[in-house]
Nanobody, 122 residues
Framework: QVQVAESGGDSVQAGGSLRLTCQVS????????MTWYRQAPGKEREFVSH???????DYADAVTGRFTVTRDAAKNNVYLQMNNLKPDDTAMYYC????????????????WGQGTQVTVSS
């Protein structure tokens, strides 16, 4: 069973920084693609950043140049470094992992964490 856990959310002032961590527990023979999403109150969940198991990354336009995603493959951790935070970045941040690899050891499905809250005040 794959488990996903986010941490690192906090309340900061505009211009500040935070680093979120997504920790995935699963079999070491599987590959894990990691995606960060966020959802602000009253809004749809939106894509933030993606870190593929092959090392490639992708970002939403709204965070490009301010957020950086990195991964520690040995620990199955992904980090989202968020700099120059803005009030519009206030949201619950969720990590999703998609599993791939030899079946049935690696069940090809997605798993979600419970989220970590980021609040940015002006």
């Amino acid at each position: 069973q794959v488990q996903v856990a986010e941490s690192g959310g906090d309340s900061v002032q505009a211009g500040g920084s935070l680093r979120l961590t997504c920790q995935v527990s699963g079999d070491g023979l599987c590959s894990y693609d990691m995606t960060w999403y966020r959802q602000a109150p009253g809004k749809e969940r939106e894509f933030v950043s993606h870190a593929n198991h092959d090392g490639s990354t992708d970002y939403a336009d709204a965070v490009t140049g301010r957020f950086t995603v990195t991964r520690d493959a040995a620990k199955n951790n992904v980090y989202l470094q968020m700099n120059n935070l803005k009030p519009d970045d206030t949201a619950m941040y969720y990590c999703q992992t998609h599993v791939s690899g030899p079946y049935p050891l690696c069940d090809p499905r997605s798993y979600w964490g419970q989220g970590t809250q980021v609040t940015v005040s002006s």
